[in-house]
């Protein structure tokens, strides 16, 4: 159990994490996709990766959170942690919390994504996933994938890109 954990403990933590925007109920789920593994490791069949198995195992753990209760009654807030500020202590504090400002832009970019969207460019960018392993572990086809991916990005640029030209538009009128 530690070596599988210390293995890949990361890689499902930073999905879970891109998917919630939340570090507490990120490191949560995570502990729980990790109780589920064990639970079912006598079901894995060694039918490719165990990383990929794994990870199906935190893509249904996040769908049923987001379906919950909890999630649904909970208020959900980003906070300045530690963990998200550079190792540097060299650093200037302003480009510590403008770092801060445009990453949380991104994480909220991609929060605002349909989920299926959300769930392709999370997997394919983030965790570094392939399009075939992208639909399998979401049950889709790849051309679906493709298609997800591409109109998640177009997305992400208009929100992005887009909504400061939109700002500077609406100023000058």
């Known amino acids: 159990m530690e070596v599988l954990v210390k293995r890949h403990y990361k890689s499902i933590f930073s999905y879970v994490y891109r998917k919630t925007g939340d570090y507490h109920i990120s490191f949560d789920l995570t502990q729980e996709v990790f109780v589920k593994m064990m639970n079912s490791l006598e079901n894995y069949r060694d039918k490719g990766k165990f990383s990929h198995w794994l990870l199906k195992i935190a893509v249904?753990?996040?769908?049923?959170?987001?379906?919950?209760?909890?999630?649904?009654?909970?208020?959900?807030?980003?906070?300045?942690?530690?963990?998200?500020?550079?190792?540097?202590?060299?650093?200037?504090?302003?480009?510590?919390?403008?770092?801060?400002?445009?990453?949380?832009?991104?994480?909220?970019?991609?929060?605002?994504?349909?989920?299926?969207?959300?769930?392709?460019?999370i997997l394919n960018y983030y965790n570094g996933l392939k399009i075939k392993e992208v639909a399998e572990l979401t049950g889709s086809n790849e051309s679906t994938v493709k298609s997800r991916i591409r109109l998640g990005i177009t997305k992400l640029k208009e929100i992005i890109v887009g909504g400061e030209r939109d700002e500077t538009y609406r100023k000058r009128r």
């Open 60 to 121: 249904n753990h996040c769908m049923d959170y987001f379906r919950g209760r909890e999630f649904k009654q909970q208020l959900r807030e980003s906070e300045l942690t530690e963990e998200a500020l550079p190792a540097s202590e060299h650093q200037n504090v302003w480009n510590i919390f403008y770092k801060r400002l445009q990453n949380d832009k991104v994480r909220l970019a991609v929060q605002s994504l349909p989920e299926h969207q959300r769930d392709a460019v």
